[in-house]
Every structure is written in C-alpha cells, then in structure tokens.
C-alpha cells in the first residue's frame, strides 16, 4: 500500500496562471486604485477621531477667546 502525496503551490498564482494575467495587464502586487482607497479611508477614519475627540475643546477654546471673557464655570455650565 503506498501512499500518494499531492504537492500544491502555497500563496500566489501558478506560472501558466501568471503567464495569463501579464497578457490581461494583470499586476501581482496592489493596484494603485487600492492604495489610494486604502489612504482615503485611514485620512478620514483619523479626521473622524480628531472631530470627535476635538469639538467640545475646540468649542471652549473659542468661547474663553471671545469677548466677554466668561470663566470656566460659566463655559461649562448649560445654563
């Protein structure tokens, strides 16, 4: 009884596949369409932290700049 191995190639395409994406302008790496996306979405994922963490003392800056000078209770205070 003998035992069969089946060897497959791990990751990446095989060398008849390759051969087909370089005659259809495929690229192995990422496309630049993806790096960009990629960038897009981590800029507006920080802006969205900064503007979330950032507005209320933004606000107070602005208030404690403005004239009258109010104190801080007054800023922080709903009233």
């Known amino acids: 009884m003998s035992t069969r191995v089946a060897l497959k190639a791990k990751g990446g395409k095989s060398n008849r596949n390759k051969a087909s994406a ?3 302008g495929e690229e192995d790496g990422p496309s630049t369409v993806k790096i960009v ?3 897009t979405n981590w800029g507006l994922h920080k802006a969205k932290v900064v503007a979330h963490y950032g507005f209320i ?3 107070i800056v602005i208030g404690m700049n403005s004239e ?3 104190s801080w209770a007054q800023l922080l205070t709903p009233v």
């Open 22 to 24: 370089a005659a259809a």
């Open 37 to 39: 996306t990629d960038w």
């Open 57 to 59: 003392p933004l606000i």
């Open 68 to 70: 009258p000078k109010p």
